[in-house]
């Protein structure tokens, strides 16, 4: 779909509507994107609206990502970190009209998936989520900014569970009364988290967060990773966030919009192939904690996910967009079926773990 844009926008970066064809790309929920194609350029660049709903400081990202670049540029120049092109004021954003802006370079030859359709597409994703985490084992994480603060915090998504349960109605509680109890029999994940938390090997380190199958760019006809995009989400964090993001996503061949929770299970060479793509790169940097945490890492997310699902649910759809009343619960079910079947499976899987950590 070709569309026109504010030309105070495209001003900001030196174009005008009559030498740029302008083309709404992506399928993510959350920022609007557009792919720019100057007319007198042969480069290409993706144009972002950031989403001020969900990214409150919008300088915080800017922030982010010019601190890993400079780092990155000193310490791995030869990496591929797409940060952004810079206005014609030499601003990291363009502030048009009480929004932000940000332009990034196109990366040619390349695509992005939104399905799996082979594990060697799971190997190279995995390796690449991986590799940008080493290649940042040393940078000082506690040096970024929390641009969704809380965002993987089990302990707060938790906590709004119950404070939802609380102040749902009664028709709402007896309708999701049975994942209400798995909800809570499910506690123990976060209880053991806790346990693990103020360790000092179980470090912060620099997470993407948002580790989906799309946020990764392959090469068009070899499908061999070639960088991370999306990096709105990179901040501290605990490695099984990445990780943990990976399994939920990667491991079965249904999204959580399916309701017939029998094709809800663990593809194994998937999950085999995540786990080599990723230790490939991160095996000589996690700590014994973080190594005896690696399956765990995709209970955490997808309980966690769950309880979210459950908590939209319960406090009348605010937040995840919904096709009709009862999909978060859905949704949430389809949760709790996949971290059974991570639990049922997991000596399997632990043994394809073990098998990569020798």
Not at 78 to 97: R, S
Not at 248 to 275: G, H, Q, V
Not at 320 to 347: I, M, W
């Amino acid at each position: 779909m070709e569309l026109n844009l504010d030309s105070e926008v495209l001003a900001a970066y030196g174009y005008t509507k009559e030498n740029t064809k302008i083309t709404q790309i992506g399928t993510g929920l959350i920022n609007r994107t557009y792919l720019l194609s100057p007319k007198t350029e042969e480069k290409k660049y993706i144009l972002q609206n950031i989403n001020t709903s969900v990214f409150k400081s919008p300088q915080a990202i800017a922030n982010n990502l010019r601190a890993i670049a400079d780092y990155l540029s000193l310490t791995s120049p030869e990496y591929l970190f797409i940060k952004p092109v810079y206005t014609k004021n030499g601003d990291e954003m363009a502030h048009i009209k009480q929004e932000y802006w940000r332009m990034l370079p196109f990366v040619s030859n390349t695509i992005s998936l939104d399905v799996l359709a082979d594990p060697k597409q799971a190997y190279e994703a995995a390796k690449q989520f991986g590799k940008l985490s080493r290649l940042l084992d040393k940078f000082d994480a506690k040096t970024l900014e929390p641009t969704i603060p809380g965002f993987h915090d089990l302990k707060l998504r938790y906590e709004q569970f119950t404070l939802a349960l609380n102040q749902a109605n009664e028709k709402l509680k007896e309708t999701a009364k049975a994942q209400v109890e798995n909800a809570l029999s499910h506690k123990y994940i976060l209880d053991y988290y806790l346990s693990y938390l103020h360790r000092a090997d179980f470090p912060d380190r620099v997470m993407h967060h948002d580790t989906k199958i799309s946020n990764v760019l392959l090469d068009e006809k070899t499908n061999e990773g070639i960088c991370v995009i999306d990096l709105d989400t990179i901040m501290p964090g605990k490695f099984i966030s990445d990780l943990g993001d990976m399994m939920r996503t990667y491991l079965c061949a249904f999204s959580e919009n399916e309701t017939d929770l029998d094709k809800i299970n663990i593809r194994l060479p998937y999950f085999e192939a995540m786990i080599k793509g990723y230790l490939a790169e991160m095996k000589s940097i996690l700590t014994p904690t973080e190594k005896e945490l690696i399956l765990f890492s995709g209970k955490y997310i997808i309980y966690m996910q769950a309880l979210r699902f459950l908590t939209d649910f319960l406090s009348g759809n605010q937040y995840y967009p919904t096709d009709y009343p009862a999909q978060n619960l859905d949704r949430c079910k389809n949760q709790f079926k996949l971290l059974h079947e991570l639990s049922v499976n997991g000596k399997e899987l632990q043994d394809i773990i073990e098998e990569n950590l020798l």
